[in-house]
């Protein structure tokens, strides 16, 4: 899946479509070694916990997000940092105090981040980086451009050209629903975009992506992606694409001629793109992206099932009603507690594979009560029914809310976030 496509960690562990990927070796009590697998396209890990973030930061070359970076954080921009920086979600970045030394001298920047349309309906782990990114945007009040790249699904998932387009109109309802402001946030999908739309001429966009391409051997994109002789030259390609909203002047109508740097929060499984990006840059004249990067949602099942839109139950959709959302909780939620009652009062659960607890520091906004749910967990003073209880009540009118707001959102108002257009922004 791609970008900001947020699917569980942990699949089988096979190759998919020739990608090698990223490949984290680890040595097992026995001595054998087991790997992790970190790619645009597939995950895999060999811990019940799931991937080893530690390893990965260091095989990827990014920096930890620390208590020293949130710390300035909180006093660059006023702000208290959101939950999901300070529970270690998004865990890595690049450049972020680049980002606050700008924002420190009044400098402008702006956000971008994106979706792989590959299912109409959104599940809740789609909707992580849009909560951190509309967050981010209220905090430093910047332009943000959103990438659906119907393009991407067209080359791996087999979908024909209009049932891409289609998903990808279905989920900027869906993305719309988190509240962004049409004043300041562009949303595109590559197939329409990258061209002509609406009688506007969106060439600036190709003429990066070609320039991408042309500072790209396929040696590199071989080495960064897997691919085998047999990849298609879409795919192969396809790195540009998703590289040139980096770019300010892919978007002429926003920035006119500045050069903005540019903050991209996304799941750490798109780095490899973006290493690309940043080795690339340079060469054109324009600033590297910064990057946050978030860990991995895991499905219902636990760490190491597969998270699919394919599969209903391996997820809550936001599409499902109340009595859904509670029957799949109580029913598949893979639980971190004992055996028998007895036991686990005496020896207490395990939150760190517990889905309820796992899905409830993503959600849960109350840091003193999810630590005193932590704890009473435990210590095997609560039960898990009691654990699912406390996720069903979060869940359910959380995404009652999102529901509300997606139906109010028409095509007419998408079509007006998909305009190419001029923000209410400045730039000299």
Known sequence: SLFLHYRTVILPNVKMDGMDGD????NTNNGETEEDIVDPWQVVSTSATGVDYD????KFGSSKIDGALLERFENVTGHPVHPLLKRGIFFSHRDMHEILNLYEQGKPFFLYTGRGPSSEAMHLGHLIPFIITKWLQDVFDVPLVIQLTDDEKFLWK?????EARSLAFENAKDIIACDFDIEKTLIFNDFDFVGEREGLKCSAFYQNAMKVSRNITYNQAKATFGFIDSTSIGKIFFPAIQA???F???FPEIFGGANIPCLIPCAIDQDPYFRLCRDVAPKLGY???ALLHSKFFPA???AQTKMSASNANSSIFLTDSAKVIKNKINKYAFSGGRATIEEHRELGGDCDVDISYQYLRFFLEDEEELEQIRKNYT??????GELKKKLIETLQPLIAAHQERRARVTDEIVRGFMAPRKLKYSFN
């Open 23 to 26: 490949v984290l070796k680890f």
């Open 55 to 58: 390893k990965l930061i260091v």
């Open 158 to 162: 087999g979908l024909t050209v209009s």
């Open 244 to 246: 040139t909203p980096s």
């Open 248 to 250: 300010s002047s892919s």
């Open 287 to 289: 600033y590297k992206p």
């Open 300 to 302: 219902l099942q636990g």
């Open 379 to 384: 210590s095997g003073k609560m039960l898990t």
